[in-house]
């Protein structure tokens, strides 16, 4: 029997590294020489409270969601990539036959098995075995830990997509965290002209400055004095940080007939506001979850063709035996890193 470590989270703030069975591919799948995984934000909440919005595990799981990796083995009915190419990894596995995937919105598949999330393992393992059509070959000059921060990329290509976002547009980014950077990063390459961020660390602010933001601010509410003028207002504001005072911010700061793309997940759940001024403006609210299965793709000729750069990004790196420690690193948020990243030799 060949072995492996792996990291699993046993309850809260508990993340275990034990030696484990190796898994084998299925038809239709393949086995993955993990290389990199990024420790999203919902995994430090998960591992915080040991729960998911009240779904609890029911063994002691993976966490990770955001990673890349070697082909190691082909399952049952795959032809390719061959073992050994360095891939990229969507973590979106829908099940195609729902009546949302028939219509498209797959990001939103009523049979989803999301790795990482309560009864699915994740990739914070040595070896992990992933549908053959999740994976993409990496481009030329990428690195595994950009090739994780793929995922996050993923889902400002899907929220910028929710915008419809037209060239000559003026957007506000509210929180520069990973997904508001790169948000900034999507909607310059969709042609926005006049980009504005607000950020209350100064790292993000200075990050965000660096892929083209016209200013940067700590709070949205700053914005709307840099931008007295209603007609200048942006016609999209992003709201990335999951703050109900950024949201409420950011519906006085979208011009009228403009719209909130809604990227944060909001911290608490539920939230009052005002309905005056996103009703008399005809605000449109959007939610976007996650991405959509070719998003995968849509992110990495972004970066192929020089449009965006994952490589900005500061990053703290751990070795899978110290996967416990990641996780406290993660939760302890220190301002500047926007990722903590587990990688195995
Ligand atoms: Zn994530
Ligand atoms: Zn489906």
Request: charged residues 20%; aromatic residues 6%.
């Amino acid at each position: 029997m060949s072995t492996m470590k792996a990291a699993r989270l046993f309850g809260a703030k508990d993340t275990r590294v034990v030696e484990e069975e190796r898994p084998r591919p299925g038809p239709g799948q393949m086995l993955l020489k993990v290389k990199a995984v990024a420790i999203c934000p919902s995994d430090v909440r998960l591992w915080e409270d040991g729960h998911a919005g009240g779904t609890y595990p029911d063994h002691p799981f993976v966490q990770g969601h955001e990673f890349s990796g070697l082909v190691e083995e082909l399952g049952p009915g795959v032809d390719g990539p061959p073992p050994g190419t360095p891939v990229a990894v969507t973590p979106l596995w829908p099940c195609g036959k729902c009546d949302l995937c028939l219509d498209g919105m797959d990001n939103i598949c009523r049979n989803m098995p999301f790795p990482s999330f309560p009864q699915a393992d994740g990739a914070m393992a040595e070896y992990f075995a992933v549908p053959a059509s999740a994976v993409a070959p990496m481009p030329e000059g990428m690195d595994f830990i950009q090739a994780a921060l793929l995922e996050p990329l993923q889902a400002a290509v899907h929220g910028v997509g929710l915008a419809g976002l037209q060239p000559g547009w003026t957007v506000a980014v509210v929180g520069a965290g990973i997904i508001g950077l790169n948000v900034l990063q999507v909607a310059r390459a969709c042609g926005a002209t006049k980009l504005f961020a607000a950020d209350p660390i100064e790292q993000n602010r200075a990050l965000a400055l660096q892929v083209g933001a016209l200013e940067a601010v700590p709070y949205a509410s700053d914005l709307a004095q840099l931008l007295p003028d209603v007609t200048s207002q942006p016609r999209v504001v992003f709201e990335c940080s999951g703050h109900p005072a950024a949201l409420h911010q950011s519906m006085d700061l979208c011009r009228a007939g403009g719209q909130v793309v809604i990227l944060g997940v909001p911290h608490p759940d539920v939230i009052d506001f005002d309905t005056r001024a996103p009703r008399r403006k005809e605000l449109h609210f959007v939610f976007s979850r996650r991405y959509r299965a070719r998003d995968l793709h849509t992110a990495i000729e972004l970066i192929r063709d020089g449009k965006v750069n994952l490589g900005l990004y500061p990053v703290r790196t751990y070795p899978l035996e110290k996967a416990a420690e990641a996780m406290q690193a993660a939760y302890r948020r220190e301002p500047g890193i926007l990722r903590v990243v587990v990688t195995m030799e």
